[in-house]
């Protein structure tokens, strides 16, 4: 990976992905975001790889978009450059992805970590949108994604202000998954990657899009997706090996198959 990256296999099964920008607080370069895109690619191709993490080096997760990029962009010239191909791509990562979050986490940073299946936070993280005082909203999914998960209000509440929530009211509304202490978010992280890796892989697999899917398709939809992705899996090797384990009362090895 480039320089502002860094791509490590910490562990067992786990990818580690590093934001690495600190002088800049990780602000997400076009550069930066195209490699977290590349990194997600190569680790959910990589069949040795069950889940991933994505970190912010020097204590920080990631302070926002890179504004002076921003600045230097031509009106009208957003959408047609880097940065909504390699936002899809991230979002197309189709293994368990957890954020572990210190420090800021606002903006496109904190897009980047609702871009993440379960937040897990330090006790001095602080989550925000606060594109509004720059005349802007969010443009990588802020908004859908906290109407989601907060509801109406509280996510206008949240866009439309400049508060920051800590890292315990984040917990309190959903937003994270769990709070740890500071500087111990990372190692937590990869504890649950860790374990996450060590479970059915296609099931996993399945089970996230089948989530994805609970968010945007009406009930009747999701739940015909259900039958059919678990009568998929039923037909695995991995269905077979769960229950056999299951019976025989011992821990399963799963082959992804």
């Given at each position: ?19 690495d ?8 370069s076009?550069?930066l ?21 994505i970190?912010g ?25 880097p ?64 109407v989601?998960?907060?509801g109406?209000?509280r ?9 920051r929530?800590?890292a ?20 937590a ?7 996450l ?17 609970a ?18 899996l ?15 009362r ?6 992804g198959?």
């Amino acid at each position: 990976m480039g320089g502002t990256l860094r791509l490590e296999r910490p562990a067992e099964g786990v990818g580690l992905v590093v934001l690495d920008r600190p002088e800049r607080l990780n602000a997400l370069s076009d550069e930066l975001l195209t490699e977290v895109a590349n990194a997600l690619d190569a680790l959910d191709a990589d069949g040795a790889v069950g889940a991933a993490v994505i970190a912010g080096a020097g204590g920080v997760f990631a302070a926002g978009a890179d504004l002076e990029a921003f600045a230097a962009t031509e009106p009208g010239a957003y959408l047609a450059g880097p940065r909504p191909a390699a936002w899809r791509r991230i979002w197309a990562f189709g293994k368990p992805l957890l954020a572990a979050v210190e420090g800021h986490c606002l903006g496109g940073g904190l897009e980047l970590a609702l871009s993440a299946d379960l937040i897990v936070a330090g006790a001095g993280a602080r989550f925000g949108q606060p594109e509004v005082n720059l005349g802007l909203m969010p443009g990588a999914g802020g908004v859908q994604r906290l109407v989601r998960l907060l509801g109406y209000h509280r996510a206008l509440a949240l866009l439309w202000d400049e508060r920051r929530l800590d890292a315990e009211a984040a917990r309190r509304l959903g937003l994270v998954h769990r709070v740890v202490p500071r500087g111990r978010a990372l190692p937590a992280a990869l504890r649950l990657a860790r374990r996450l890796a060590g479970k059915a892989p296609l099931a996993l697999r399945r089970i996230k899009a089948a989530a994805r899917l609970a968010l945007e398709a009406p009930l009747p939809a999701g739940l015909a997706h259900d039958f059919a992705s678990f009568s998929a899996l039923f037909a695995t090797a991995d269905a077979r090996e769960g229950i056999r384990a299951f019976l025989e009362r011992r821990p399963p090895r799963f082959s992804g198959r």
